[in-house]
């Protein structure tokens, strides 16, 4: 469609964003209403919110609509995830200036859809208003299907630590966009377009993850949300975590370590859990590290010592730069 979205009119734009959507059973009743009407059958709803902002979280420069969209409903829909919920529904707060062209908004739209219904969801509501910087605001929902919601506080003494995922692809992904260049594909694509194993998150819970969160501010910010949390000491093996030869490539290339990337590099959005010492885990789960003891000072080491390298997302600080 062309023309801007000034020129379509709020209720012109919501109509041509609404027509693009799908639906799942669990939703009763989706946009058009007051409000939308999403089956519960746990009668607990699992609950999370975030903000995109352009220039800040991601830029039309890098990234289609297309891939705003992926990535706006990924990283939300893996914190539905990440407390071992299925995710149910999505709504999509948006903010965008008049002379912005339809089609970017209806391809934003397409990508949000599309990654819904990889993770077995559905856009179910929001509301758009007229503003200057573009500004997606997204509430997703999820169902814990009769299972305890996994949160960061439960972690043992004696538990293992394990992920699965990718860890620093994004954030090389990032650093190559930053000088650039548009390859290796893999890793601008997965900063682009992150992949969470949504799967993962009700798969642990049924396992018996103690301690659950999924790796948004990178691995040793989010882990040391569960440390804080926990009360624990939580120690890394930065030998047991896989980095890819390409990876090694492109830190040598920038003249970064690519096990920075790894430790801070954050939107991945991995699934990091900690579980009981006797439980078998499947092979796509990678065991990294243990819960040390219970300390008065919870804290994550890596091989032992502090990891005191600058890095991990920080909305209100310098960490992450993205």
Same mark, same amino acid.
């Given at each position: 469609?062309?023309?801007?979205?000034?020129?379509?009119?709020?209720?012109?734009?919501?109509?041509? +964003?609404?027509?693009?959507?799908?639906?799942?059973? #669990?939703?009763?009743? @989706?946009?058009?209403?007051?409000?939308?009407?999403? #089956?519960? *059958?746990?009668?607990?709803?699992?609950?999370?919110?975030?903000?995109?902002?352009?220039?800040?979280?991601?830029?039309?420069?890098?990234?289609?609509?297309?891939?705003?969209?992926?990535?706006?409903?990924? !990283?939300?829909? /893996?914190?539905?995830?990440?407390?071992?919920?299925?995710?149910?529904?999505?709504?999509?707060?948006?903010?965008?200036?008049?002379?912005?062209?339809?089609?970017?908004?209806?391809?934003?739209?397409?990508?949000?859809?599309?990654?819904? =219904?990889?993770?077995?969801?559905?856009?179910?509501?929001?509301?758009?208003?007229? @503003?200057?910087? $573009?500004?997606? %605001? $997204?509430?997703?929902?999820?169902?814990?299907?009769?299972?305890?919601?996994?949160?960061?506080?439960?972690?043992?003494?004696?538990?293992?630590?394990?992920?699965?995922?990718?860890?620093?692809?994004?954030?090389?992904?990032? %650093?190559?966009?930053?000088?650039?260049?548009?390859? *290796?594909?893999?890793?601008?694509?997965?900063?682009?377009?992150?992949?969470?194993?949504?799967?993962?998150?009700?798969?642990?819970?049924?396992?018996? #993850?103690?301690?659950?969160?999924?790796?948004?501010?990178?691995?040793?910010?989010? +882990?040391?949300?569960?440390?804080?949390?926990?009360?624990?000491?939580?120690?890394?093996?930065?030998?047991?975590?896989?980095? *890819?030869? !390409?990876?090694?490539?492109?830190? =040598?290339?920038?003249?970064?370590?690519? +096990? !920075?990337?790894?430790?801070?590099? @954050?939107?991945?959005?991995? &699934? +990091? %859990?900690?579980?009981?010492?006797?439980?078998?885990?499947?092979?796509?789960?990678?065991? &990294?590290?243990?819960?040390?003891?219970?300390?008065? !000072?919870?804290?994550?080491?890596?091989?032992? /010592?502090?990891?005191?390298?600058?890095?991990?997302?920080?909305?209100?600080?310098?960490?992450?730069?993205?």
């Amino acid at each position: 469609m062309k023309g801007t979205v000034g020129e379509l009119g709020e209720f012109g734009l919501i109509r041509e +964003l609404t027509s693009r959507l799908t639906s799942t059973p #669990a939703v009763r009743l @989706g946009p058009g209403d007051d409000a939308a009407v999403v #089956a519960a *059958p746990d009668r607990r709803v699992v609950a999370s919110t975030d903000i995109l902002l352009e220039g800040r979280h991601f830029r039309r420069d890098w990234s289609t609509a297309y891939d705003v969209g992926r990535k706006a409903a990924a !990283q939300n829909l /893996a914190d539905i995830a990440a407390m071992g919920a299925v995710p149910t529904s999505l709504l999509l707060g948006l903010v965008v200036p008049a002379e912005l062209p339809v089609t970017w908004a209806t391809e934003l739209m397409d990508g949000i859809r599309d990654e819904c =219904q990889v993770a077995g969801a559905a856009v179910v509501g929001g509301d758009v208003v007229r @503003g200057e910087v $573009i500004t997606l %605001a $997204i509430t997703a929902l999820g169902d814990l299907r009769n299972l305890e919601p996994v949160t960061r506080s439960g972690a043992r003494p004696g538990d293992v630590v394990a992920y699965t995922g990718w860890l620093g692809w994004s954030a090389a992904g990032h %650093a190559v966009l930053s000088r650039g260049f548009r390859s *290796p594909r893999a890793f601008v694509e997965a900063h682009r377009r992150p992949e969470p194993p949504y799967h993962a998150g009700p798969a642990a819970a049924g396992l018996g #993850a103690t301690a659950m969160c999924d790796i948004s501010d990178g691995l040793v910010a989010d +882990l040391g949300h569960i440390a804080e949390a926990s009360k624990v000491r939580i120690d890394l093996r930065s030998g047991a975590i896989d980095i *890819p030869s !390409q990876m090694n490539d492109i830190g =040598q290339a920038v003249g970064v370590d690519p +096990l !920075q990337w790894v430790l801070t590099g @954050g939107e991945d959005h991995a &699934i +990091l %859990a900690t579980f009981p010492p006797d439980v078998k885990l499947p092979a796509r789960w990678k065991v &990294i590290g243990e819960v040390v003891g219970a300390s008065a !000072q919870p804290q994550v080491t890596v091989d032992g /010592a502090p990891w005191h390298s600058n890095g991990g997302w920080d909305h209100f600080g310098s960490g992450g730069g993205r």
